[in-house]
C-alpha cells in the first residue's frame, strides 16, 4: 500500500489574526514538535509556520488519522482555537493535497498573489526536516517537483510583477503625497506578509525610518530582523501622531483604530497629510475615515487598480499560472502510477517464469504444444477463480471490482478482438 500525501493546517483565510498567532510555531518549537510527531511514527513531514500560516505537509499511510493527530498536537499548543477547530483547521489528501503544496509554492495561495517570500520559507522548512531526517522518498520527491515548478510559473509567467507593481503603486501614491520619502517617517502594524513586501518596496525608494507595532508576541524580534524601532501597541496613537506612512498587515479582525480615534488623531497632527495603506485580510482601518480631511486610505483592491499592469493582468498571469499548476498535478500523479506499476509487473513476470519452471519440472517430456498449453492453464487459474467469486458473490462492490477487472484486462492485453467469444476457459489447478 502507497503513502497518501496530506495537509494539515490553519492560514489567513481560515484562521483569524490573533489565534494564527498563538498557534505559530518558532524555530524552536518546530523542533520539538517535530521531535514529537516523529515518536508517534509520523515520520515524513515538514512544518511551515509563518505570519500568514501554519501548515504541515505529508505523507503517511494513514493520512486522515495522522492529520488527527497533528490537530490534536496544534490545540494542546493553542488552547483557545479548539472551540473554533472545525472552521480554522483544513485538511488535504491525495491530488487536493499535492495540488494545495503547488499553490503555496507558486504563491497562488498567497494574500498578495505571487510574492516571493513563501518559496524561501518552504524551503526553510525543507532543509529543517531534512536535518531531523524527517524528509522521506515521497515527500522530498514532491518538494523538489513544487519547487521546479514555482521556479518555471516564475520564468514563464509575470506573476511575480504582480506583487511588486502593487507595492510600487503604493509608492508612487506616498511619493505623489509627500514628495521625496528620504525623510519621511512610517509605521507598519502586523506581520502580515504583504506588509513586508511593501517595506522592501518603500526601502528600495529610499525610505528607511520606519516603525513596527502589533499585537503579536512575535512583533518586537521581527522589528530587529526588518531594521525597524519597535513600538508597544499601546503607544501606537502616540507614535503615529508624527509618522507619514502607516502600513497595516494585520487582519485582526477588527478595526485597529475607530474613526473617532483617527480624527483625533488628525487633530493632533494639526491636519497634515497620512497615507495608509490596509493590507489586512479582512480590512484593518475603518473605511469610515475616509470622510476625514488630510487622511488618505488605500487597501490592496485598491492599489491592484492603481498598479501599471492592473488588476485584469495580473489575474490573466494567475490563470496562466493555475493552469500550470493543475498540469503539474496531473503529470505528478502519472509519474506516481507509473513507478507503482513497475513493482507489480516485476512481480507478474516473476510469477509467470517460477510457473513456466514448475511445468516444465513436474513434465519434463511433455511436447512444446501440450506444454504451452499446461502453462496457460495453470496461470489462468487463480484469476479465474477470483473472478468466479467476485461475480458469484453478488454485493455492489464486488461487482464494480469485477467489471473494473475485466476493463483492466481488456485494456493491458488488447481483448476486445476475443470478448465475443464467450466460450468459458477451462482451467487445470495447480
Known sequence: MSQRPFVIGANYQTCPSGLRDKLFLDQEERAVFRKS????DIKEFQIISTCDRVEFFGFHLDAEDVCLTIQKKLIEHAPSSRSQADEIFFRRYDDDAILHIFEVCTALHSQMIGEAQILGQIKEAYTDSQKDHCMGHDLDSLMQTAFHLAKRVRTQTKIGEGAVSVASAGVKLAKDLHG???????MIYGLGEAGQIMLDQFNAAGMHNWMLSGSSRRTERYAKRLNCHFVPEDDLENKLVNCDILITASGLG?????DTAFKVLMEKRRYKPLLIIDCGVPLDIDPAVDSLDSLFRYSIEDLERLAERGQTNREKE?????????EAVIEYRRGLAEQDGIPALIGLREHFDKTRQTVLQEHPHLDATEATRLLINKLLHRPSEALRAMAADGSD???????????VLEQLFTLSDYTDNKEEIETEGE
Open 37 to 40: 510527531l516523529i515518536e508517534k
Open 180 to 186: 521625496e520619502l528620504t525623510h519621511s517617517r512610517g
Open 254 to 258: 477588527r478595526f485597529l483604530l475607530d
Open 318 to 326: 494567475a490563470s496562466q499560472a493555475r493552469l500550470m499548476v493543475q
Open 397 to 407: 462492490a464486488d461487482i464494480k471490482d469485477w467489471i473494473t477487472v475485466n476493463r
